[in-house]
């Protein structure tokens, strides 16, 4: 499963998280074994000033050591090992750090799909899948991350994963996720990432509702509940394009 880039030794290694931390007397800060990320974030490019990486709804983490988006002008969720750099410049009250980062990766990010109007959704496919319990999986910053596991054959099929809402008239935060394997079903167990974008559910307007996802496993229907919260404006707001790694997944 060399295509499914490091995903795979990932899983493995965040059970082996190790940190330790060192304080003065002003400051505790922590590092974390550097192989491993201590963080997921959505990257977001600002027009001649570099970037910055949302790390949840309110707290923002500014790089220090790189000036560009490894991304370019594209938004996208990835997952980054870091490190705090003591600053005068961090702001304590309004949740904003410098740091180091010590590396990144993005994983696939695309926009949720509205519910065709005349509900043909054959091209999204029904092939089962299972949502992973991992703490990637989560509703925040406008986005629904997840970690999923199918099963992947060898012959280089790519899979297609989507994110439908307006599935439920009586529910606009009821969202499914449709996976079309295009054949591709006896292979090996594996996992893959994605994160979807939820611009075109109604706005929250501040309160935190549950968000039901919907899904085929292999052992029949399922559903599972998020926390979720409208994505807060932000001073910059970079455009938001499809950001696509690993080439069995589109």
């Known amino acids: ?17 190790s940190s330790f931390s060192a304080c003065d007397n ?101 092939d089962p899948i299972e949502i992973v319990r991992d703490w990637v999986n989560i509703a925040e910053d406008g986005y629904l991350t997840l970690r999923f596991r199918t099963r992947w054959g060898n012959n280089g099929v790519v899979h297609f994963v989507n994110l439908l809402t307006g599935v439920n008239p009586d529910d606009p935060y009821e969202v499914e996720f449709r996976h079309n394997a295009y054949g591709d079903v006896n292979g090996t167990p594996g996992d893959a990432l994605v994160a979807f974008r939820l611009s075109d559910l109604p706005d929250t307007n501040g309160k935190t509702v549950k968000l039901t996802l919907k899904y085929k496993s292999f052992s029949g229907e399922k559903s599972i509940r998020f926390d979720y919260c409208s994505r807060k404006a932000t001073a910059a707001e970079a455009t938001f394009e499809r950001a696509l790694c690993s080439p069995l997944v589109k």
């Not at 499963?1 to 998280?17: D, E, P, Q, R």
């Not at 709804?57 to 938004?75: A, F, Q, R, W």
């Not at 750090?97 to 999204?124: C, M, R």
């Open 26 to 126: 002003d400051d505790t800060y922590i590092w974390y074994y550097d192989a491993v990320p201590n963080a997921l974030v959505t990257v977001k490019p600002v027009d001649g000033a570099g970037f910055y990486m949302q790390l949840d709804d309110s707290t923002t983490l500014h790089p220090v050591n790189m000036s560009v988006s490894p991304y370019g002008d594209k938004e996208v969720r990835a997952l980054v090992n870091y490190a705090y750099v003591r600053s005068e410049e961090n702001d304590y009250e309004k949740r904003s750090f410098k740091v180091n980062v010590n590396w990144i990766d993005s994983i696939l990010t695309k926009p949720a799909v509205p519910y065709p109007a005349d509900g043909d959704v054959s091209e999204y496919g029904e």
């Open 1 to 17: 499963m060399k295509a499914m880039k490091s995903l795979f030794g990932l899983v493995a290694a965040v059970m082996l998280i």
